[in-house]
């Protein structure tokens, strides 16, 4: 039982960011990048290590993300008033604008994941994974 879950939970975590990567690329961006993109505009003017603990990566690799953005013209990094090692990360005008274009896809996407699911299924669904998440996370307190 254990196996199927864990396969099962594996495969379909595969086939959906395939599916949003692939349907993305019209945009000219992963869903990586699109997560930090979302934070961001969620949370403007926050430092690196918030957002790389707020969108779940590591450091380092949430710096390669943010020269992509940086480079893509969605980004700005800004020396911080409070810490000058550090840099407070804002969207730019495209990234704001390309959020926009992006948000109601996005959507669109996701009806079609769940299409034929009823929202009560979706509900315990959610309710179950947070439920595996709250497992993880008591038991490995601090472990990533």
């Known amino acids: 039982m254990y196996e199927s879950i864990g396969q099962i939970t594996n495969q379909t ?18 869903l990586e990048q ?3 993109l979302l934070k961001l505009s969620q949370e403007n003017k926050i430092n690196q290590k918030q957002l790389a603990h707020k969108v779940d990566k590591d450091e380092p690799t949430l710096a390669r993300i943010l ?7 969605l980004v700005v990094r800004q020396p911080s008033k409070e ?6 990360l804002n969207l730019t005008d495209k990234g704001v604008s390309l959020k926009k274009k992006i948000e109601p896809f996005f959507g669109s996407l996701f009806e079609i994941i769940i299409s034929g699911v009823a929202i009560e ?3 315990i669904y959610k ?8 497992n993880i996370n008591i038991k490995h307190v601090g472990k990533k």
């Open 13 to 30: 975590n595969k086939k959906i960011i395939y599916f949003l990567n692939s349907k993305l690329e019209v945009f000219d961006i992963t």
């Open 121 to 123: 299924e979706i509900e």
């Open 83 to 88: 810490d000058k090692r550090a840099f407070c």
């Open 34 to 36: 699109w997560n930090v």
């Open 67 to 73: 020269n992509i953005l940086e480079r893509k013209g």
């Open 127 to 134: 309710r179950v994974l947070m439920k595996i998440n709250n």
